[in-house]
């Protein structure tokens, strides 16, 4: 009691500072929605909030863009009131006749024959929500030589308002968000109060100034602003956790998980409403080209598939054709031979408690062994170094760069939460406990099978390196290539091979055991040249050649400084990574390395100034290459 009162003294003026500065922020807010709103845009020359438009077009004297037959004119934080909504169009050319209507609020006005381009406008009433909805629909026409159906041609959009409006609830709750995140983030990062409260207040300003700008605007520029928000409260959390949570380990890590997965939530609900404003430049950094029909922006991505359709990418369909159709050669439309069967089998299992949806079965399987990962590995750690060193490893892997596929349907999640439970037999001598889920491990990744010697060199190391006592721990070390053994068992037995899955990795993917340098030498190939390569183009390949670099190092680290049973894990695990000619998927392959992320932790806390310079690039390339997963690009 007398240490919370000593807390609340010692920081009186930062807590009532940040409230009146909160209640501040809000009052601005309510009086800025009285003053009057004129957002203009000149369609096709600027994103216009208007959906399914096709891609702009030009002329000599003007821009504009076709709408597709039904298009939504929508500002999403207009705030409640009346507006009027100025519209230029016409028909296809300008001057080709078709029937076209608008409704608004449930109400439909038929606008005849829309030929020449003239400047329409209408009186429209936001809803209780403070949303702008004006629906265009139109006929559509084919021109000659045109493969398109063109609905009317847009080109001038004006949206006024009349009167004073109320800021809606969705604006009032992203101004929250916004300044929830400032606080938290400035509170772990700034010991000094009056400086931390002097942040606070401009970041009350930037949060009025996005209200403001963007308001009746399209709705991604906010939702961008609080994916950082609540990445940057992440990061902070992440980065400089207070004392008396990290001592609480295990609610430290499963509160560090929680912040994750809700900031590449945000991340993925920003990324999918902004997916054509990226795709232009993802294009010129990943491989894989991804077409776009449309110049419009999605006016409503709704948060379920945020949370749950866009984590199902690539790899994905292929453990869903397993839990669907089963494994089947040859490979023809769906290569699965390639992927171990324990994570198709528990999506399996689950799919009976999500009627049938294998997508939400497969991310209930991820979610639930990616916090078992957590916490049983925090465990192990803290035991073996300290409390930090364990919080500080969980931060270091959920901040790297591909940690999203931890949250995606992958099986990458399983395979961790059995290797820590691999590594927790091991250190406590548990050793059945330890073959057992080796076993299950190398049903779920190739890496599990090569934790056999891993498990035979700890119980010689235990026996002080002479043979061990005659036991069942002597059966422990044949658990994990029983495993793998079982799976070519099954395929020689089903489709007379035991070794399709390496054919068709080697077939369709074109992917091969190969010597270290060889992967090395053709990924500083690429960058020298320039040239683009399948596995990515040269700025792809930098990153690719980084991660190499940075796991060999820190690989060398666990072996000079930590015990064997870390040392030879992280080898193994990376070992399958590096002795394959293509590293197009390499930055995901390194996440089973946990004890590397130890060596990172225990770096960090030698090295603090690591941790500064590395987090926000690290945070940065996390949101980057999340916004691309969700959006159908190949990362990894």
């Not at 300290?386 to 990458?412: H, K, M, N, Q, W």
Request: aromatic letters at 10%; glycine letters at 8%; a positive charge.
């Amino acid at each position: 009691m007398l240490i919370k009162q000593q807390f609340l003294r010692r920081n009186a003026l930062f807590i009532w500072g940040s409230l009146f500065v909160g209640v501040t922020m809000l009052a601005a807010i309510v009086a800025l929605h009285a003053l009057p709103l004129r957002a203009a845009y000149d369609v096709g020359a600027q994103p216009a909030p208007i959906s399914r438009l096709y891609a702009p077009e030009y002329n000599a004297t003007m821009s504009y863009a076709y709408s597709q037959g039904q298009s939504l004119i929508l500002a999403p934080m207009a705030g409640a009131g009346a507006y009027e909504v100025l519209v230029r169009m016409g028909g296809p050319g300008g001057r080709d006749p078709l029937p076209t209507s608008i409704e608004i609020g449930g109400r439909s006005v038929d606008l005849g024959n829309v030929g020449s381009m003239r400047l329409f406008r209408f009186l429209a009433h936001a809803d209780g929500r403070g949303v702008l909805a004006v629906r265009l629909t139109s006929a559509t026409l084919q021109p000659p030589g045109e493969p398109r159906r063109l609905g009317v041609l847009l080109d001038y959009l004006e949206i006024r308002s009349k009167g004073w409006a109320l800021p809606s609830l969705q604006t009032l709750g992203i101004a929250l968000i916004l300044m929830g995140g400032a606080w938290i983030a400035i509170t772990l990062l700034v010991d000094d109060r009056r400086a931390a409260l002097a942040l606070l207040a401009l970041a009350a300003m930037g949060a009025l100034w996005v209200v403001w700008v963007l308001r009746g605007q399209h709705a991604s520029p906010v939702l961008w602003s609080v994916a950082a928000a609540v990445v940057a409260m992440f990061g902070a959390l992440a980065a400089r956790p207070p004392l008396w949570l990290v001592q609480r380990t295990l609610l430290a890590v499963a509160l560090l998980l929680a912040a994750w997965r809700v900031a590449l939530w945000a991340v993925a609900w920003a990324a999918l409403q902004t997916g054509a404003w990226l795709s232009p430049l993802a294009q010129l950094i990943v491989s894989d080209r991804k077409a776009l029909s449309a110049w419009s922006i999605p006016w409503h991505v709704p948060f379920d598939q945020a949370i749950g359709a866009a984590w199902s990418q690539w790899d994905s369909r292929l453990y869903l054709s397993i839990v669907i159709m089963g494994y089947q050669h040859p490979p023809e439309e769906h290569a699965n031979m390639a992927f171990l069967p324990l994570y198709p089998l528990l999506i399996r299992i689950v799919l009976p408690l999500t009627g049938g949806d294998a997508v939400a079965a497969g991310l209930i399987v991820t979610h639930v062994a990616l916090l078992a990962a957590a916490l049983i590995f925090a465990d192990v750690i803290r035991r073996d170094f300290d409390a930090s060193i364990a919080y500080r490893a969980i931060a270091t892997l959920l901040c790297f760069p591909t940690s999203f596929f931890l949250g995606a349907v992958y099986a990458e999640a399983v395979a961790l939460a059995l290797l820590a439970l691999t590594l927790w037999g091991l250190r406590r001598q548990r050793w059945m406990l330890a073959g057992v889920a080796g076993f299950f491990l190398s049903l779920t990744r190739l890496p599990g099978a090569l934790m056999a010697p891993v498990i035979a060199l700890a119980l010689l190391e235990r026996a002080g390196w002479r043979r061990p006592p005659l036991s069942s721990a002597y059966l422990a070390p044949l658990l994990p290539a029983l495993g793998l053994g079982l799976f070519m068992a099954y395929q020689w037995w089903r489709f007379g091979s035991p070794l399709i899955f390496m054919q068709t990795q080697r077939d369709i993917w074109d992917q091969q055991l190969s010597p270290p340098w060889v992967q090395l030498s053709m990924m500083i190939e690429t960058i020298i040249t320039g040239a683009d390569h399948w596995s990515g183009r040269w700025i792809t390949r930098v990153f690719q050649l980084l991660v190499w670099l940075m796991f060999a190092g820190l690989s060398a680290l666990a072996l000079r400084r930590m015990p064997l049973v870390y040392s030879l894990t992280a080898v193994m695990m990376l070992a399958p990574a590096y002795l394959t000619n293509v590293s197009h998927s390499l930055p995901r392959y390194v996440l089973l390395a946990l004890p590397a992320f130890v060596a990172a932790a225990v770096l960090i806390e030698r090295r603090p100034m690591t941790l500064a310079l590395a987090t926000p690039a690290a945070l940065i390339l996390l949101t980057w290459a999340t916004a691309l997963f969700v959006n159908g690009f190949f990362v990894g």
